[in-house]
């Protein structure tokens, strides 16, 4: 059994960064920084990533060296043991995040907080230090310290952050879940920390709407019977309940900032895998592996410094929030959004980085593939200040990635791959490096990324399992109640004792860039043929009539192995004889002619997970006869109802009443 790599499509055009501005990037900076000290001569990105990977000890002391992180305790080594899971980093070193985060003073704006309807603020550092301050000073008052859990129900806005860092700053443990989630769904995850205080705001704002949360913050109480203290964060006007602290009452004060210096590996945040099937699992991370993964990822591969202007479109719930957050780290003025990326209007986030001047913004490739179908061009069609572009969540197609490079020739696009599990990307953009269409510029440093074939070795060009060869400081601690790491090393090592197996396949071209392929869980194995499913949703959400798709693989009890493709229509648009046509040939022509759908299924909508993730495995499972409730959580889907549909299309499958043209398609699929 072999993977099939992909079909044979044109091959587009590279961007290529200018070298003047090349060699005013911080990743440029940091290589003069280790030439002058002696620690490598780096020809070019590749012998920069493989000594990151090599010398792992000399690359994270220069990482904490070059940012000039704050120990106050120091290491009397960076990496005691490498063993994974259990790499022990910087023992006897003790740092706090909020303190590095809060570093950078004066009157600079730190926090832009904008919402729908014109709301918009800014903080600057120290006012958003002093909030800070008094937060955590109330905290200790209330007995919370080192190993609490504080915990949020709260959208994208500045109390936001400003309660997390309060929490970093005395020590506790932070978790949070944006208000979307119904109060089950966050009880499934704040309920497992049993937290002692809780945040709440009184709602949200998103797509024309103010959305009440007083009723779900009421039940949610309830839910959380740990909880001592309920503090009331006034967003849209809302009346406080009683029994609930005022947010603002808490932050006002004159207090010093007091920050409790931890160890390195002290609890940081709680983050939730999807949480498809039982309940999300708590991934832990640490201050200091946080601390300097991000400054790694944002600095050197984001760019970013104290002049940056940063947005990543983004809600509470997503790791992508914890990193913007981040760019604190560094000195960045952050962008927060509470709203909808499509409201009034489609372009209503590039208005938002016309608006605010930002120099990188990020997004999802369904947002931009929604705007490269729209057709207006960003570039000409607002005051863009954009240098970097980020997308992330899922692969981009190639043909978004070529527009965007031709509608925003000056900025560059920096696509990347990470996850929940080590809060960052595995692989994504290099500034120094060209970027090309469908594919990530190089492997991050410090990631020892590899694709392995079903032998467990290294293969190059071809497609093969993402893993990680050696340790990562901001893999996680353990998960939450998992008494003997049972759970943290089926999850990640069950394959490969001692190596990260990711769960995505992946190719590493020679060129260093990484092609994600799409999760090898939901692989689809066609005689004897492996295809991941991004290359498949690569040309069809090129479509300009298909608003959303999923397709699975299916294997069936008499031996059979069914592929169907379902799409949800734009509006004003049929599932007709042409268009299945034209599915069906571009995927053939494009992708594989071993994997053309056998049937293209019309569905009103598609589930997804609260952060967007198409849930291929779920649908595949339903499609085999397992009931919704034994594959997914409610509580963790945008909508159940998009799950709940497949099992009308199993039975009638089972029944003989397939879509018609079936046995046609198939014996051509073949």
């Given at each position: 059994?072999?993977?099939?790599?992909?079909?044979?499509?044109?091959?587009?055009?590279?961007?290529?960064?200018?070298?003047?501005?090349?060699?005013?990037?911080?990743?440029?900076?940091?290589?003069?920084?280790?030439?002058?000290?002696?620690?490598?001569?780096?020809?070019?990105?590749?012998?920069?990533?493989?000594?990151?990977?090599?010398?792992?000890?000399?690359?994270?002391?220069?990482?904490?060296?070059?940012?000039?992180?704050?120990?106050?305790?120091?290491?009397?080594?960076?990496?005691?043991?490498?063993?994974?899971?259990?790499?022990?980093?910087?023992?006897?070193?003790?740092?706090?995040?909020?303190?590095?985060?809060?570093?950078?003073?004066?009157?600079?704006?730190?926090?832009?907080?904008?919402?729908?309807?014109?709301?918009?603020?800014?903080?600057?550092?120290?006012?958003?230090?002093?909030?800070?301050?008094?937060?955590?000073?109330?905290?200790?008052?209330?007995?919370?310290?080192?190993?609490?859990?504080?915990?949020?129900?709260?959208?994208?806005?500045?109390?936001?952050?400003?309660?997390?860092?309060?929490?970093?700053?005395?020590?506790?443990?932070?978790?949070?879940?944006?208000?979307?989630?119904?109060?089950?769904?966050?009880?499934?995850?704040?309920?497992?920390?049993?937290?002692?205080?809780?945040?709440?705001?009184?709602?949200?704002?998103?797509?024309?709407?103010?959305?009440?949360?007083?009723?779900?913050?009421?039940?949610?109480?309830?839910?959380?019977?740990?909880?001592?203290?309920?503090?009331?964060?006034?967003?849209?006007?809302?009346?406080?309940?009683?029994?609930?602290?005022?947010?603002?009452?808490?932050?006002?004060?004159?207090?010093?900032?007091?920050?409790?210096?931890?160890?390195?590996?002290?609890?940081?945040?709680?983050?939730?895998?999807?949480?498809?099937?039982?309940?999300?699992?708590?991934?832990?991370?640490?201050?200091?592996?946080?601390?300097?993964?991000?400054?790694?990822?944002?600095?050197?591969?984001?760019?970013?410094?104290?002049?940056?202007?940063?947005?990543?479109?983004?809600?509470?719930?997503?790791?992508?929030?914890?990193?913007?957050?981040?760019?604190?780290?560094?000195?960045?003025?952050?962008?927060?959004?509470?709203?909808?990326?499509?409201?009034?209007?489609?372009?209503?986030?590039?208005?938002?980085?016309?608006?605010?001047?930002?120099?990188?913004?990020?997004?999802?490739?369904?947002?931009?593939?929604?705007?490269?179908?729209?057709?207006?061009?960003?570039?000409?069609?607002?005051?863009?200040?954009?240098?970097?572009?980020?997308?992330?969540?899922?692969?981009?197609?190639?043909?978004?990635?070529?527009?965007?490079?031709?509608?925003?020739?000056?900025?560059?696009?920096?696509?990347?791959s990470g996850g929940t599990d080590i809060v960052s990307g595995f692989a994504g953009g290099v500034p120094t490096l060209p970027s090309r269409p469908g594919e990530m510029q190089a492997r991050t440093l410090g990631v020892a990324l590899e694709a392995w074939d079903e032998h467990g070795q290294p293969v190059t060009d071809e497609v093969g399992e993402l893993v990680v060869t050696r340790p990562m400081p901001s893999m996680p601690l353990y998960f939450w109640n998992d008494p003997g790491q049972v759970r943290y090393r089926d999850a990640y090592f069950s394959t490969y004792p001692g190596v990260w197996r990711h769960g995505d396949w992946v190719t590493v071209t020679t060129r260093g860039g990484v092609v994600v392929h799409g999760r090898s869980d939901a692989t689809m194995n066609r005689y004897g043929v492996r295809m991941g499913s991004a290359e498949i949703y690569e040309v069809v959400d090129q479509v300009e009539d298909i608003a959303?798709?999923?397709?699975?693989?299916?294997?069936?009890?008499?031996?059979?192995?069914?592929?169907?493709?379902?799409?949800?229509?734009?509006?004003?648009?049929?599932?007709?004889?042409?268009?299945?046509?034209?599915?069906?040939?571009?995927?053939?022509?494009?992708?594989?002619?071993?994997?053309?759908?056998?049937?293209?299924?019309?569905?009103?909508?598609?589930?997804?997970?609260?952060?967007?993730?198409?849930?291929?495995?779920?649908?595949?499972?339903?499609?085999?006869?397992?009931?919704?409730?034994?594959?997914?959580?409610?509580?963790?889907?945008?909508?159940?109802?998009?799950?709940?549909?497949?099992?009308?299309?199993?039975?009638?499958?089972?029944?003989?009443?397939?879509?018609?043209?079936?046995?046609?398609?198939?014996?051509?699929?073949?």
């Amino acid at each position: 059994m072999r993977a099939e790599k992909p079909g044979p499509v044109a091959v587009p055009e590279e961007w290529t960064p200018d070298p003047e501005a090349a060699s005013r990037t911080r990743i440029a900076a940091f290589v003069r920084w280790l030439d002058a000290r002696g620690l490598g001569d780096f020809a070019d990105y590749e012998a920069l990533w493989r000594w990151s990977v090599t010398e792992l000890e000399e690359f994270w002391q220069a990482i904490a060296d070059f940012y000039d992180v704050r120990f106050h305790e120091r290491a009397g080594r960076v990496l005691a043991d490498d063993a994974m899971p259990g790499a022990v980093w910087f023992p006897g070193a003790t740092l706090n995040y909020a303190e590095q985060a809060l570093r950078h003073t004066g009157e600079r704006t730190a926090i832009v907080a904008v919402s729908e309807g014109g709301h918009r603020h800014e903080v600057t550092r120290d006012e958003l230090r002093d909030r800070v301050a008094s937060l955590a000073h109330w905290l200790r008052t209330e007995g919370i310290g080192p190993g609490d859990r504080v915990v949020g129900y709260l959208p994208n806005i500045t109390a936001t952050v400003v309660a997390f860092l309060a929490t970093a700053a005395v020590g506790a443990v932070w978790s949070a879940c944006s208000q979307e989630y119904s109060p089950d769904g966050a009880a499934d995850r704040l309920g497992q920390l049993e937290p002692t205080v809780l945040f709440v705001a009184d709602g949200y704002r998103y797509a024309g709407r103010e959305h009440d949360r007083s009723a779900h913050n009421d039940q949610l109480r309830r839910l959380l019977p740990s909880v001592r203290t309920t503090v009331w964060v006034p967003h849209i006007g809302g009346t406080q309940p009683p029994g609930t602290v005022h947010f603002d009452t808490l932050t006002r004060g004159d207090h010093a900032l007091e920050t409790t210096p931890v160890r390195f590996g002290h609890p940081l945040w709680v983050l939730y895998s999807s949480g498809t099937t039982g309940r999300p699992k708590g991934i832990v991370h640490g201050h200091g592996g946080v601390t300097l993964e991000h400054l790694k990822f944002l600095g050197l591969h984001a760019d970013l410094d104290a002049a940056s202007r940063f947005s990543w479109y983004t809600s509470t719930s997503w790791m992508m929030w914890n990193i913007q957050v981040s760019g604190l780290l560094l000195g960045a003025t952050i962008v927060l959004y509470d709203g909808s990326p499509s409201w009034p209007h489609p372009g209503a986030l590039w208005q938002l980085a016309a608006d605010e001047r930002l120099t990188f913004l990020g997004t999802s490739p369904a947002y931009l593939t929604a705007a490269h179908k729209d057709g207006t061009s960003p570039g000409t069609a607002y005051d863009l200040k954009l240098t970097g572009l980020g997308s992330t969540g899922s692969p981009l197609p190639s043909g978004t990635a070529q527009w965007l490079h031709e509608t925003l020739p000056a900025t560059w696009l920096a696509a990347a791959s990470g996850g929940t599990d080590i809060v960052s990307g595995f692989a994504g953009g290099v500034p120094t490096l060209p970027s090309r269409p469908g594919e990530m510029q190089a492997r991050t440093l410090g990631v020892a990324l590899e694709a392995w074939d079903e032998h467990g070795q290294p293969v190059t060009d071809e497609v093969g399992e993402l893993v990680v060869t050696r340790p990562m400081p901001s893999m996680p601690l353990y998960f939450w109640n998992d008494p003997g790491q049972v759970r943290y090393r089926d999850a990640y090592f069950s394959t490969y004792p001692g190596v990260w197996r990711h769960g995505d396949w992946v190719t590493v071209t020679t060129r260093g860039g990484v092609v994600v392929h799409g999760r090898s869980d939901a692989t689809m194995n066609r005689y004897g043929v492996r295809m991941g499913s991004a290359e498949i949703y690569e040309v069809v959400d090129q479509v300009e009539d298909i608003a959303d798709a999923l397709v699975v693989g299916v294997e069936e009890p008499d031996g059979g192995y069914w592929m169907p493709l379902f799409v949800v229509l734009t509006p004003g648009h049929d599932l007709t004889p042409d268009l299945v046509a034209r599915l069906r040939d571009r995927i053939r022509t494009e992708v594989s002619p071993r994997h053309v759908p056998d049937d293209v299924i019309a569905v009103p909508s598609l589930p997804h997970t609260m952060t967007g993730k198409r849930l291929e495995v779920p649908v595949k499972r339903i499609l085999q006869g397992a009931p919704p409730s034994s594959v997914a959580n409610p509580a963790a889907l945008v909508s159940a109802d998009a799950l709940t549909q497949f099992v009308r299309i199993a039975a009638d499958r089972m029944a003989g009443r397939p879509d018609a043209g079936h046995a046609e398609r198939r014996a051509e699929a073949g």
